[in-house]
């Protein structure tokens, strides 16, 4: 079953509103961590936050997990245009060699 | 940080060819390299896992004779899609792991494959 699955799948906002985006899991992990993506490019490492972790921040993004309820949720303050892209949660197994499992991602639209 | 490169960044073939698409960790050495494929507007799936000097470990659903990975040494690994067909177009991105304690894969820019 999927690993990782994001909500919404696609948000748009105005540039200086906060934009939230969840994540749900369904295995134990050992990580979960959030990536970015613009179109066609790379992805970039946002943050990873461990399972024995509740919150994490960096910079703008406010990450937290909920392994009780196997969800974790990424907020970004203040956006900007250049936020634009697409966010993907990912989360590594204790079992499985670090492997990644994505989820499906949110397209997050910041308009000017 | 750790830097890793993909080569080609994108290539356009012909049904049937053969497709060579490199992964270098730049700055540091990968014991394990990850192979990921991407189709638009989709996510990242893996395909493979490829450890240097060992056979690569692949998911299920790929077929490992049509794509090849060679892992020769700790700062290279090699994706091979043979005879390729159209419907291998995507996106292939590749990710080093390195063990000096960290826990975060580092992604290549990836590859735009384009097969006519």
């Known amino acids: 079953s999927q690993q990782g699955e994001e909500d919404p799948q696609a948000l748009s906002i105005q540039e200086g509103e906060n934009a939230t985006m969840n994540c749900s899991y369904k295995t134990s992990i050992n990580n979960l961590q959030w990536y970015r993506q613009n179109s066609g490019r790379g992805l970039v490492h946002l943050i990873l936050i461990r399972s024995n972790e509740r919150e994490k921040h960096s910079g703008r993004l406010r990450v937290t997990l909920d392994t009780s309820k196997k969800s974790s949720s990424l907020l970004i303050t203040a956006s900007r245009a250049a936020d634009t892209a697409s966010y993907f949660c990912a989360t590594a197994e204790w079992s499985s060699n670090y492997k990644l499992t994505f989820g499906k991602g949110t397209l997050l639209t910041v308009n000017p | 940080g750790a830097v890793v490169s993909q080569h080609p960044s994108w290539v356009i073939c012909k049904s049937g060819t053969s497709v060579k698409i490199e992964c270098r960790s730049l700055?540091?050495?990968?014991?394990?390299m990850f192979w990921y494929r991407q189709f638009p507007k989709q996510s990242l799936m893996l395909m493979a896992t490829?450890?240097?000097?060992?056979?690569?470990?692949?998911e299920q659903g790929v077929e490992k004779d049509k794509f090849l990975i060679n892992h020769a040494s700790l700062t290279l690994s090699t994706l091979t899609v043979t005879s390729a067909h159209p419907e291998d177009s995507s996106f292939y991105i590749c990710s080093a792991w390195t063990t000096s304690g960290r826990h975060e894969q580092f992604f290549g820019p990836g590859t735009r494959l384009t097969v006519l």
């Open positions: 700055d540091f050495q990968a014991t394990t």
């Open positions: 490829s450890n240097e000097g060992s056979k690569a470990t692949y």
